[in-house]
């Protein structure tokens, strides 16, 4: 059986841009999470809100020379809070979901190889695209939560490190 030549794990991306994306957000002073691969705390309402949930969207491979090979990644960060019980208005909700979406956007910016301990974790983050206003509102009957939520998704595209085949 062949082996896999791609030794780079989505997850190892996925975990970088969780640590680059948190810092000096409101869902860091919230005490919420950036969960990779697992919305199950946001569903079972065990989550602190507001918080995030990143998830690979889709992949595609280059070849950029005879033996090396080139991924893009696109990944999909769900930001998620509630609207029941706060005193602002759904739009003042919206806007600082969209504010801190767009200080996660800088974050990734300022650390567009999601250098993570001095480990470059990719060639470079190069699309980051906001989804818009319309659906933003989720009612308990419309989605998986048991509650009113607001939701925005951010998704990024990044280009792995290349890597070489083995045959």
């Given amino acids: 059986m062949r082996t896999i030549n791609d030794v780079f794990p989505v997850s190892q991306v996925l975990t970088a841009l969780q640590t ?3 810092p000096n957000t409101r869902v860091q002073l919230a005490g919420g999470a950036i969960y990779v691969n697992d919305a199950t705390s946001l569903v079972n309402m ?4 507001p918080s995030v949930s990143l998830y690979e969207k889709g992949q595609n491979t280059a070849r950029i020379s005879y033996r090396t090979f080139q991924t ?4 999909v960060a769900c930001y998620y809070d509630r609207w029941d019980g706060q005193q602002s208005s759904l739009s003042a909700i919206w806007s600082m ?19 993570v301990s001095g480990t470059r974790n990719c060639e470079g983050t190069v699309e980051f695209v906001l989804s818009s206003y319309e659906g933003s509102a989720i009612a308990p009957t419309d989605g998986p939560f048991p509650v009113p939520v607001v939701m925005r ?15």
């Fill in 97 to 115: 979901v969209d504010l801190d979406l767009r200080r996660m956007k800088a974050n990734v910016e300022d650390n567009p190889a999601l250098y």
């Fill in 20 to 22: 680059v994306m948190l």
């Fill in 72 to 75: 893009r990644l696109q990944i």
């Fill in 46 to 49: 065990s989550a602190t809100w």
């Fill in 153 to 167: 998704t951010a998704t990024i595209s990044v280009n792995c490190l290349p890597y070489i085949s083995n045959k």
